[in-house]
């Protein structure tokens, strides 16, 4: 009877570290599948949104040009007014044409707000290809991400 | 003693212990989870290739097919198709081209983006070299719209649809897309 007992008593308890399994190995399929390491977006302007997109194409190395509702920040510092270029004509925003001129970067990211009209981001682009950029990348929020 | 061991039941067989192997990797999935949740960022970007239109200096020449020309204009909500497709009548000349319109008028409020890539499908088919769609919005038009019709022209249900995306607008086109009565015959 004793020897039946003890028998009973070293059956292996596995019953709640299997669901347990499950479940963590769920959660680290999801976080690996939206596994991301890409610094915020201007995290000091909480109003600043990227556009959602369905792309999945990683972003590769290039300048950095912010069009935010105030300002145009090229690498992080501001090089013209957002509102003047929305207000006016003008196809080439001169400020941003000379930075890059003097930065001779062949790739830029261009970072662009959701809610800004199409035509600043022409005049942008317009001037980035002027400035003699070659390679032009518009940067959205992955769907996929968290 | 042989006899005594014939008339003693047979054992049942001891279940293997799971338990070692188990926990070791609930160690691991333990690490791995909070390394994960802390290095992570919430924004996961992309990135959008684009042309500009008012370069076809730069663009790679197409192939020659039965779409000559793609143009998705974006007005508000409204989208218009625009495309050129070389006559294959026989008493037209070499590098005739028709060009046609689709309106795609809002849906609820929203761009038509199924009615479009229906559209822009139906094209593909007709000539799968064809990559390339020059897409028009409007100067009030907000970004985000027009990232989605850019999504929209360049993937449907995950399938390439027209990669190779050219944005243009009223001075940045004025180049690139000549009216379909100066389109210039092809070779």
């Not at chain 1, 300048?63 to 003047?84: E, F, L, M, P």
């Not at chain 2, 006559?87 to 199924?114: C, F, H, I, K």
């Amino acid at each position: 009877m004793r020897r039946l007992c003890a028998r009973r008593a070293r059956r292996p308890f596995v019953g709640p570290l299997a669901p347990l399994v499950d479940v963590i190995t769920i959660l680290l399929v999801v976080l690996l599948k939206t596994y991301s390491v890409d610094a915020p977006v201007r995290p000091d302007d909480p109003s600043f949104s990227l556009p959602l997109s369905a792309s999945e194409t990683p972003v590769g190395p290039a300048i950095d040009i912010d069009v935010t509702v105030d300002a145009i920040y090229v690498s992080g510092q501001r090089t013209a007014a957002s509102t003047y270029y929305l207000e006016h004509e003008d196809l080439l925003i001169e400020e941003l044409y000379t930075r890059l001129q003097g930065q001779g970067g062949r790739a830029v990211n261009v970072r662009v707000d959701g809610g800004i009209p199409y035509a600043l981001v022409r005049k942008v682009l317009f001037s980035a290809r002027e400035a003699g950029v070659q390679r032009l990348t518009l940067i959205a929020q992955s769907r996929t991400g968290l | 003693m042989s006899q005594l061991r014939r008339l003693r039941p047979p054992r049942p067989p001891v279940a293997p212990d799971l338990r070692p192997g188990l926990l070791s990797v609930v160690g691991l999935l333990f690490l791995l989870l909070p390394f994960l949740l802390l290095t992570t960022s919430i924004q996961k970007l992309t990135g959008l290739d684009l042309q500009l239109a008012g370069s076809t200096g730069e663009l790679a020449p197409l192939p020659p097919g039965q779409v000559e020309a793609l143009e998705v204009h974006l007005s508000a909500h409204a989208l218009k198709l625009r495309s050129a497709l070389r006559t294959r009548d026989v008493t037209a000349s070499q590098g005739d081209v028709t060009w046609s319109e689709t309106d795609l008028p809002p849906v609820d409020g929203a761009m038509d983006l199924a009615g479009l890539q229906g559209a822009l499908l139906r094209l593909r088919v007709l000539d799968p070299e064809h990559d390339r769609v020059l897409v028009v919005p409007d100067d009030q038009v907000p970004t985000s719209r027009v990232v989605a019709l850019v999504d929209a022209v360049r993937f449907r249900s995950g399938q390439p649809l027209f990669p190779e995306v050219v944005l243009g607008g009223a001075e940045l086109s004025s180049h690139a897309a000549p009216p379909a009565h100066t389109l210039e015959p092809s070779p």
